[in-house]
Each structure stands twice: as structure tokens, then as C-alpha cells.
């Protein structure tokens, strides 16, 4: 019996395959661009790990000279005859990869590089010295050494390990040290750092700034992109099961009078359901593996300029997206299917083929769909005032989008009887009348609309005033003409003398990391004069905070700090066991992931007594001049050297990519609504029939309804796009105000770009146009005999 | 082989419930034709649901082969549906996917009696032979229904229920299409009810019944 009814069941999608088809690309759009955005979520998150495994980063404290690039290994002896347990590192670029060299004997055993796999001989080990990398960068460094090379699966791309003699060899860099790895557990009683080696200090380990926390938020961005195009795509999926439904009620009144159970009738729907939602999710996540492909080198690049996380650029299957993005499909094919299949359980038989049974149980669900917009509306309303944290802010942004789509055929409808009411004509009459009449159809396609309008106009809006405030900042913090970085403290002195002769101002740039007000942040001592007070802005001062700062009696520290730290304006903030000065000021510092703190720099040589500065901002009038004479007189290398518009246009250029991937994901969730809505008009084309044939019998040409259906399309674009500017709007300033303040720890002034918005409607509507034209194409070609069976049926 | 005692039948109305039938009792045996009449809203298609089982009665009883069906639940007046009782529409509700064969077939095949040999002959006794592989949508009201009279009596249920079978047709059309009705049901030996407003159908029945407000007449 289940198989007749299955072939029943199935003859309707064969006899409407256009319907199939929506309902298919449905599924495997919402499935592809989901599993797309995972499988590169999944594919950093795996560069991270793998990254903190290569050398624990974040894991374990460190031991790093105070001033200088380098440990001596007589150091190292020191502290390991003391009793300290703590493993060599030392750290370089080599033929443009990270080459770090460890001592397999002395670091710790959790670290990847060092894990030793089955039948590992140390002995083999120590006499060939073998690099040790990932697979992908076995491949690249294959024609570059003649060493042998040891695959270690996680490693970090681009990044060599090797035995500690093998790398000093290749750095060139013999009895140098990088740092040291302090062991977890230490022997008791050891004398302090500052008796052995008083010139190094020990780094904390920085859970904190753990690169993989720092990118989360990035990481949440991008699922919630994926979660955005995912409804769009259920939208369609949902239209297309109503619709299928709704035409297959006779068949199922039949069926029912025929003795099919009603479990069996709704087992076996779901069945097909089902079946639907693994072809489209397999296609979707075959599909979203190609997305992936496309948007990770942009990702990597964003990542990398962000927050200096280095990801793979290849991709690889990994089961767990491949899992995640079938369970979605199935989950969302239930969410969208859901309503009918609760519908086609609670009508009985009898009723089941009555029209009006399904329009009262549809004007019920108007009502719950009005309730639940406006309760999702007031939940918006509510996190907006009380709401803290990241996950309330895209909790926020859920409900705002969802609660707006929701009532958005409502206040279409009003708008619609408004626009009839004022009509005195009968042919504008019935054309708003009827346009009302085809909103429960087509309002699934509008409402994906407006939210792919919406984001669209949201996060550019978020992402230009990010830039226009970008280049402001830039153009503040980047005064100096050229920047030079000394090789050492003997050269600084050098360089120091060399410039002050032939240049404006020579601006030292001394920094310390520590740990401030409990974050992760950077000291900066500054020689604070004109150049710092003309160019730099405030987000908030006291009265004189150039002149507080460089007397020393104050602080001026970035946003991010400021936030994290719950302190402003006036504020006291600890900058050692003996010191704490109020805030004078606080200011804008995009791009930054930690903390900053800037001070004089006599009160930074005060906290930082054996600090050296090394960097150097020039100002200069004629910096190509210069330039030349730091080359030509003094000797410095061209890439010691780095002038203003390079920096700008580097910073810049990593501002672009940054945002690269979130302009792709726009498009293509644009993309997916346009084609939700060609695919309503398609298949609301075919019912369209016995409504229109009485207003062709009338006296309206085939023509004449053909050009209303595309001014309908447009009407209704139109309507769509002017709710999504303010909700777009309003998707930015949650962006700006809330959910970057949570991810990056800096608020942005929100800036309007009519012209955009203008060029964005204009696209949305063109894009209606295009989708309504082949249904109005092909109701502008119908043949009479097809109207005019609308009246022989009605016998 | 059908008997209902004092069935009764109401609905929630606004002014609340409205009573649709007040005590109908009749009885059918096999080979039989009958006819339900009545005016609109008499009863008639609410009686002819709570003999197919498609709605349950509130009071009395109806047992079919000397069994009590009044309250048998979902599954039991479904299985009763599929192989026992047949039901013809006013509005044929054919499959519109399945093509005439297919919608001949369907039904006999739910009941597992599929007889490809005796669904052609019934297909051939109706006209449709050339018809078999044309969608509903492709066919003309008349043989729409003829369709659905050959689905029906595929199956060979042991009653077969009418709701107003030649309502939609034209009156040429009507006359031929229920004499052949009448013609297949008595060859299988079931019995046949038909709910009809006009005259010349309830002429044609062994016995004609008249509802009035939920009555017997």
C-alpha cells in the first residue's frame, strides 16, 4: 500500500517539476552557503589549533630578553645549571617560512612538532636533522632544501621546525637564542630570573589574547552570514512545500476517502521530505566545499590583518561540516515543512479538500504570524536597552530581522488596501486589489528579500563608516613621514644623532607588552609634542591631555582598553605595583586587537629603565631626501625604512581584503533572494490562470496583464526595498553600536550613503523585473483556449 | 448488509449546535440502489460521510456485515474505506498526477486487488480505452467521472456511495454516464447509494429516501 501511495505521492513532483526544482535549490542554496561559511570556520580553526600546538602559544610562559632581539645560550646554561626547566626556541624567516628551532630533548611533550610518532628514532633524528612540516608546505619547500623532510600533520602552514642546531645553521644565527619555553612545573626554591639572568623577563602565558578567541567574533560574524543566507533559503524551501501542499489538498482529500491513514498520508510526506532534504543537503554541502574554496584565501587574508592569524588557503573535507551541513538541511526542511504537516494532521477528512478550511486555519496563522512579529519586535526593543555580550547583540540582530520579516506582509497588505482605496478607476481597482490577493504567495520570496536588502544595506553601511573612519584614523596616527627601525641600541644612538640635524622631529617608539588593569596591553612611551597634540583626535578628554601626559601626571589609552576595562575619562588606571595615573584621554585604535596605554617617555624610561628604543617615526619635508641620505650616508638598509604613503597603502590594502568576504556573502545572499523570487512567480504563474481569465474575458488584453504583472513585481520590490533601508539602517547600528563594541572593543560613528541605498534599490528592483518578466512573458503568450478552459471547468 | 438505527449528527454552529441529523434509520442489502434526496442542507452528504466513514456519528449506530462501525477509530473506518466501501465524487477528484490508467488502478491497488485484465475490461465497458495514458486535466466531464466510477468499482467494494455522480454533467452526458453505473454496480453484486437532487437519477434506483431536516420523510 505504501508504495502506491509514495507513487501517488511522488506523480505530483513529476508532473511539476518546476516545483521540485525550487524546492531542491532551496535546499541546496540554505545548505551550500551554510556549509560553506563552516567549512572555512572549521578549516581557521584548525590553522589555530594547530598553531598553538606547533609551539603553545598562549600555553606556556616565556622567557624573552628586556631589550634586544636575542638570548645567549651562556643565558640559557644559567638558568638550566639554576635548576629552571625551560626549553631553547629560537625563531626566523627562512626563504619566506617561519623557521623555528626547538630542542626535542628539553620541550615540552604536548607541543605537535615535538610529539614523536611510532618507530621515531631521536638518534636518527639529531644526525640528519630533518625539518619538520605540514603537508601543504612539504610541497612548497620541496625544491627549496636538500634536507630531509619529516610530515607532521598538524603543524601550522608555512611554519619549518627543526632541531635547535639545524635552525641557528639556517638563520645563520649560531649561539643565539629567541626565548624560552618555562616549563609548567618548576622545582622548588629556584633563585629568581632576576638573580640568574637579570637581563631577561618572564611573559606570562596570554590566555587572553589567544589568537583563537580574538578571531571569534570574526568567526560568529561569518556564521551569522551563513545563518542569514540559510533562511533565505528555507524561506524558499518553505514556499515551495506550502505550495506543494496546498495544490496536492484534492489529491489528499482522495486519497483520504480512499482509506489512506492519515499517519501513513503524513509518515510518508515526511519520508519524502526527508528524502528531498539528503539529496539537496549532499548537493548543497558539495556545493557549499566549493564556496568554501572560493572565499578562504580571502579569509586567510582577512584573518591575517585582523589579527595576524595565519589559516591555511587549501581546504579539506572534514566530517563534521559535511555532518553539520546535512543535519541543518534536515533541521530546516522540518522547520519549513513543519506548519503544513501540523495542517494536514489537525484537518479532518471530510474538510480536508475545502478551501475555506485551509484559509481560516491560514488567517489564524496571520494572526499568530503578527503576534509573534510583534513580541520578536519588543525582545529587540528590550536587548537593546538591557542586553550585554556578544551573543546578546546577535541575539538582538536575530530577533530585529526575523520580528521585520515576519510583519512584513502585514504592513504590505495595509499598504495595498490604502493604495486601493484611493484608486477610482476599476482597472487600478482590481490591480491593487489583486496584487493584495498575491502577497500569502510571494510574501516568503519578499520577505527574503528584505532581509538580503537589509543586510546588504547594513553591513555597508557598517563596513563604509568603518573605512571613512579608518582613513581618518590613519591619516591621524600615520603623521610621521617615514618610520625607521635601528638594528640595535648602538645603531639607535646612531640613528638618533643622525637625524635630528636633517629633520622636523625624530619620534622615538618604545613599547612594552604587560599585563594592564588585568588585559593583555601595550606600554608606549611617547615624545609627546606637536606633532602628537595636532594630529591626534579624542573620542573623550579631559581639559589638557597632551599637556597631563607629558608631565607625566596622566594616561591616554585606546578605546579597547578602555571598554574592556570598564574605565573612561578621569579614571584611575595601575600601571605598576607603585603607580596610578588618571585617564586624560581615550582614543580610537582600529585594527588593534589589545590594549594600549601611551605615556611619556620619561615616565616610560622611569617603568622601563633598560628600554631602547628601536623604532622611529621622522618628520620630515623632504622624506625621499632623506630617504636617500639614510641609505647613502648612514647605511641603513632600504627595508629598514618605510615611508608614509607605503604604510598607508599597506594597511589600507589589508582594510580592502578584510571585507572582501563579507561583499561576496552580500551578493550572494542578493543572489538567493532574486532567484526566491523568480521562482514565486513561476510557480504562482500557473494558479495565476483562473484569476486573470475573467478579467481577460472582460475586455484586458493578454499584453495589457502580462505588463501588470511586471509592474506588480516592481511595485512590491519597490515596497520591499524602502522597509529594508530603515531596517538596514537599524541592522547597522546594532553592527556599530553593539556587536563591534562586543567583538573588537571599539565603537564607530555611523555614517548615511544615500547613494548606495539608491543604487541598491534600483538593483533590487531591476532584479524583480528581470525575475517577473519570463512568467509575464509567458501569461502575455497563453493561448485563449487555456483562459477559456478556466470556464468550461467551472461547469 | 448496511443498517443504521437512530443515527444522530450535529455541528458547533455560532448559535450553538446545529443538528444535522435526528435519528435516521434505514437498512440496505446487497444488490441494492437507493436513493437519498432531500433539499440543501437536509442531511444527505453528512449521512453519506458517516456511512463511508469519513465522519463519525454521535448517537446511534451503523453496522456494515453485522458489525458495528459507528465508533471505529481513524485506522479501522480508513482499512473500511479502502476494500469495503467505495465512494464516487460530484467533483470526480481524480489523482491529477497520475494518468487515467494509473487513477483506474489505484484504488484496487490499495485494497490489494488489482486486476490488470479486469481493470482494462472495465476501462474498455466505460469508453476509455483510448484514454488510458491522458492526465484528468486532458479529459471532458464526462469522462472524468467515467474514470472515477472505473476506480471505484476496480476495487470492488461491497457498497458503493454516490455524492451527486452526474451533478457536474450536462444532461445527455449525466443519463449515459449513470446508466453504465448502474449497469457495472449490479454486475459486481454490491450496493449502491447515490445522493441526488434530481428526479430522474432517484427514478432509477430500487428505492428512494427523502431527508427533511435531518428526518426521514
Redesign the interface.
Known sequence: ?SA??A??LW??W???PLQLFTLLAGLILATALWSGVQAVNAEARASYDAAAATLGEGQFDQIIPRQGDDITQASYIALRRAGWQVAPVIEGRWNGFRLIGLDPLTAPATLSSVQPEEGFDFADYLRDGPLSVSADTAEKLRDLTERPLRIVADLALDTVVADIGVAQTLLRAEGKLTRLIVAPTQPMGLPTLAVVAPELRLEPAQADADVGRLTDSFHLNLTAFGLLSFAVGIFIVHGAIGLAFEQRR??I???????????VLVILMATELLVFALIGGGIGVLCGYAIAALLLPDVAATLEGLYGAQVAGTLQFRASWWMSGLAICIGGTALASSGALWRLSRV???ET?RAQTWRTLSGKASVIQAVVALALLAITVVLAGVGQGLIAGFALLGCLLLGAALALPLLLSVVLAGFRSFSKQALPQWFWADTRQQLPGLSLALMALLLAMAANVGVSTMVSSFRLTFVGFLDQRLFSELYVRADDADQSAALQRFLTPRSRAVLPIVEERRQIAGLPSELYGAKIGPSYSDNWDFLAAAETPWQDAARGQAVLVNEQLARRAGLWVGDQITLSDQLSLPIAGVFGDYGNPIGQVVISQSLFNTLVPDAVPLNFGVRSDDARALRQALIDDFGLRDSQIVDQDTIKALSLSIFERTFTVTGALNILTLAVAGFAILMSLLTLAAMRVPQLAPVWALGLTRRKLGQLELIRALVLAALTALFALPLGLALAWVLLAIVNVEAFGWRLPMYLFPADYLKLGLFATVAAILAASWPALKLSRLPPADLLKVFSNE? | MLKLTDVTKSYAGADGPIEVLRGVSFEVNTGDTLALTGESGSGKSTLL?LI?G??QAEGGQISFDGRDITHLG??ER??????EIG?I?QQF??????DVG?NIA??A????RYDAQAARALATKLGLEGQLSK?PEQLS?GQQQRVAIARTLAARPKLVLADEPTG?L?EDTAAQVLAEMLALVAATGAALITVTHSPQVAAQMGQTLRLSHGQLA
Open positions: 500500500m502506491t501511495i507513487r501517488a506523480s505530483h513529476r508532473r511539476s484534492a489529491m482529500r482522495t486519497l483520504r476517502a480512499m482509506g489512506v491513514p492519515l499517519a479532518s477528512v471530510i479538500g461547469r | 460521510h463511508g469519513l465522519d481513524d485506522a480508513a482499512a473500511l474505506r479502502r476494500s465512494v465524487f477528484n481524480l489523482i491529477p498526477s497520475l494509473a489505484f484504488q491497488r490499495l485494497a490489494r492526465y466531464g457536474n450536462d
